[in-house]
Nanobody, 115 residues
Framework: QVQLVESGGGLVQPGGSLRLSCAAS????????IHWHRQAPGKGRELVAG???????NYAGSVKGRFTISRDNANNTVYLQMNNLKPQDTAVYYC?????????WGQGTQVTVSS
């Protein structure tokens, strides 16, 4: 079993920054890739960024150059630094991993970008 707990969401003005955290616990050794997804009101869930155990990253085109995903393997935590936030970034952000044949999602953290 793997547990994922997100934190760091909140209300921010356009152009502002937030850093999300995803703390993993349980069968940590079985985790390789960890992803951030988001779901805006009335829309489907979309991949935002992902990082492998070795640190290779990938980003959705809409966030490339503004968001940075990083990983602290010693503390079993993945971060998503979000800069120059836009109203269209408003969504619930979820941490996700796939381990030992199962999908694991966190409970999500709300990010609202509004003036």
């Amino acid at each position: 079993q793997v547990q994922l707990v997100e934190s760091g969401g909140g209300l921010v003005q356009p152009g502002g920054s937030l850093r999300l955290s995803c703390a993993a616990s349980g069968s940590i050794s079985s985790i390789n890739d960890i992803h951030w997804h988001r779901q805006a009101p009335g829309k489907g869930r979309e991949l935002v960024a992902g990082i492998t155990r070795s640190g290779s990253t990938n980003y959705a085109g809409s966030v490339k150059g503004r968001f940075t995903i990083s990983r602290d393997n010693a503390n079993n935590t993945v971060y998503l630094q979000m800069n120059n936030l836009k109203p269209q970034d408003t969504a619930v952000y979820y941490c996700y991993t796939y381990a030992r044949g199962k999908n694991y999602w966190g409970q999500g953290t709300q990010v609202t970008v509004s003036s």
